[in-house]
């Protein structure tokens, strides 16, 4: 009889040895869980951390390019010495084109020959007015080739200042680093400093988005009248952006393709 007691304690031993050793496992197994677990949101962290690294700073910085200009260039001192500020030397033709960076004929009656000791300028002589070579100016604000902007539209229809798109630029005695996209060939002013498109300015960035947002802020600042002459076509077409087929006029609004509305700013 003893023999059995002794038996059934033995076997009531062992299975709470066996249970508890599997209660043991199994709090090893949540542990490893939990400590696995933990190791993947710290890696996810870290990729995370490190993909908005390479993707916001460094990516930029690769995708860009850096350019000196030819030469240097010092608006401050040109803008005292001219009568008509800006419009001396960026101004629009009598056809209504813009003249848009100035040509060498317009610099040669001040800067035939060397007035100071700025090694800019005596390399501008040397190099480009004594041998009437244009000086190859790198454009910050250089849109696609498919892209129209009428100047005369926004500077004489809708009496825009030029520091809405350009900023302060006739205030620097110095002209800023070019920054070439190594992809598109086009300046980072097009884009804008932000990778993510974000702006403070309205002068930050020259996409097509920035156009259509100041069009619609300003559409109703702009006085239309009965009168169509080309150039009122042109900024009636460019700020409604009538939709194809409800057009009241003959022909589309673009004085290059006479088409609406994608064409009075795309050729």
């Known amino acids: 009889m003893h023999t ?3 038996h059934a304690k033995d076997i009531s031993e062992d299975a709470a040895g066996e249970a508890g050793t599997n209660s043991s496992l199994e709090m090893n197994l949540k542990k490893q869980d939990t400590e696995a677990g933990g190791t993947i949101i710290l890696f996810f962290i870290l990729g995370l951390f490190a993909s908005l690294v390479v993707g916001w700073v460094i990516f930029p910085n690769l995708l860009y390019s850096k350019k000196k200009q030819p030469i240097d260039f010092n608006h401050v001192l040109h803008v005292e010495a001219v009568d008509n500020g800006c419009e001396s030397c960026h101004f629009l033709r009598e056809d209504g084109t813009f003249s848009g960076a100035p040509k060498l004929a317009q610099c040669i009656d001040c800067h035939e020959e060397i007035q100071g000791i700025s090694p800019d300028e005596i390399k501008f002589v ?20 498919c892209v129209f902007f009428s100047h005369a539209a926004h500077i004489q229809g809708a009496k825009m200042d030029c520091v809405t798109c350009h900023g302060h630029m006739g205030e620097s005695e110095s002209l800023k680093v070019y920054e070439e996209n190594r992809i598109t060939g086009y300046s980072r002013d097009i884009w804008g400093k932000s ?37 009122q076509r042109l900024i009636d077409h460019i700020v409604n952006l009538i939709p194809p087929g409800t057009s009241t006029l003959g022909k589309g609004g673009s004085v290059q393709t006479e088409r609406d509305p994608c064409f009075a700013c795309h050729k």
């Open 126 to 145: 040397e190099e480009y007015v004594s041998k009437e070579r244009e000086v190859p100016w790198l454009i910050y604000s250089r849109q696609p080739d």
């Open 4 to 6: 059995l007691d002794d």
């Open 195 to 231: 990778i993510g498109g974000f702006k403070k300015n309205t002068w930050d960035r020259m996409k097509m988005d920035d156009c259509a947002e100041c069009h619609r802020e300003n559409t109703a600042n702009i006085e239309k009248t009965d009168i169509q002459t080309p150039t």
